[in-house]
């Protein structure tokens, strides 16, 4: 795979089945198990791990979701499986638990330096909704979207422009 393209759907497909690794040389699962420290300071696997059908600013070899494998997803197990990680994962990292009901909280000792100010993860919860709702998971998506207009509303000063912009992920 060359390191100035952008990977094919056969590429992309195959890392996130866990078969081949991303430009910088990271299996699906390496991304995944890397420390929270690192989700933090690396910011060129966000892409690849919740991917959107627009090109990135921060990222131009990241991949894009194509007509072809958004109506593929959801009959893929795997890569079903593959999302449904990659978001339990991305949680762990923002701090936040799913109750039964499928809402979500606060887990008990919620990581605050990804809440407490605008900063490159609030551009990441844009990514992850559209992601969720363009591969079938529009339930997480607006469960998601509701705890944060929650938070927005009750713990942070979360503005109405970046709420502007997570509705239209969730909802478009």
Not at 73 to 98: C, G, I, Y
Not at 153 to 171: C, E, M, N, V, Y
Request: aromatic residues 12%.
């Amino acid at each position: 795979m060359s390191t100035h393209a952008k990977p094919t759907d056969e590429e992309f497909l195959a890392f996130y089945r866990g078969e081949a690794h991303n430009l910088r040389g990271h299996s699906f699962q390496a991304v995944l198990d890397w420390p929270d420290d690192t989700w933090e300071q690396v910011h060129d696997f966000i892409q690849w791990v919740f991917p959107n059908d627009k090109p990135s600013a921060y990222n131009p070899t990241a991949p894009l979701l194509t007509p072809a494998i958004i109506a593929g997803w959801p009959s893929d197990p795997l890569l079903s499986a593959n999302l449904d990680a990659a978001f339990a994962r991305w949680l762990r990292f923002v701090s936040v638990e799913r109750d039964p009901s499928g809402a979500f909280c606060f887990a008990e000792s919620p990581n605050l330096g990804v809440w407490a100010h605008p900063n490159h993860n609030w551009l990441r919860i844009t990514r992850v909704l559209t992601c969720l709702r363009l591969l079938g998971r529009r339930e997480d998506a607006r469960h998601l979207l509701e705890f944060l207009e929650g938070v927005a509303a009750r713990r942070f000063a979360i503005s109405q422009d970046t709420l502007s912009h997570w509705r239209a992920a969730a909802k478009s």
